[in-house]
């Protein structure tokens, strides 16, 4: 495939992320263009932002399903429709089976607030904190079978400051959030065109 890279972004919640990556993505000279954005929640806030700026939004409602097996396979089926090549988790609260990353490998990029390998999973904020780290941050990966763990891409670092809570640490790390999704994309989508690879 040539031309811009056809990129899809899952989400779950307010979808902060997607829209800077929605912003970068406008730029004509952008590798890639959000051509799709999911969510496995009708009432993700993110949704809703996605239909206002224009682009094709959709749930895919979990509940729905009769497990993550029949989920996924519509996950799937959505995304080979719309000739997805890239997809974007951004706060997308489902761990996707080994057998979904497999067979989109290389193709599934996340961002973590926390700088990987350190803290993965949940409450990375809290934990930073808790171990009383004098620094925390946000990395961009690719997707692998085992959480937070694939090849990182990219990662941000932050000081954490006397008098932190949760909340502060947490909008300290976001801004970095939306300036390193963008560019691991940016290097994500030209390393897809370099490998020559297409949706398969
Ligand atoms: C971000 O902190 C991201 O690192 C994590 O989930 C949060 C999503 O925020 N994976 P938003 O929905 O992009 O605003």
Redesign the pocket.
């Known amino acids: 495939m040539t031309g811009r890279v056809r990129t899809a972004i899952l ?1 779950s ?6 829209q800077a990556l929605v912003a970068a993505a406008r730029r004509p000279d952008f590798p890639a263009e959000i051509a799709l954005v999911l969510s496995d929640r009708s009432q993700a806030p ?1 949704l809703e932002a996605a239909r206002q700026a224009g682009l094709s939004a959709e749930a895919i409602d979990y509940r729905g399903f009769s497990g993550k097996p029949a989920f996924e396979a519509e996950l799937d089926a959505r995304l080979r429709a719309a000739g997805i090549e890239l997809v974007c ?3 997308f609260m489902r761990i996707l089976s080994a057998s979904f990353v497999e067979r989109w490998e290389g193709r599934i990029l ?4 926390s700088l990987l390998p350190d803290l993965r999973g949940l409450n990375t904020h809290e934990r930073a904190l808790a171990e009383g780290r004098a620094e925390h941050g ?1 990395t961009v990966h690719y997707v692998s079978a085992e959480l937070d763990a694939g090849p990182i891409i990219v990662a941000a670092r932050v000081p954490v400051l006397p008098g932190d809570d949760s909340e502060t640490l ?1 909008a300290r ?2 801004v970095q ?1 939306h300036r390193i999704y963008p560019r691991a994309l940016k290097s994500a989508a030209v390393a897809l065109r370099a490998g020559g690879a297409g949706a398969g």
Do not use: F, Q, Y
Not at 13 to 18: E, L, P
Not at 110 to 113: F, R, S
């Open positions: 989400l919640g307010r979808g902060s992320n997607m993110g988790l951004a706060g996340n961002i973590h607030p946000c947490a790390v976001l959030e």
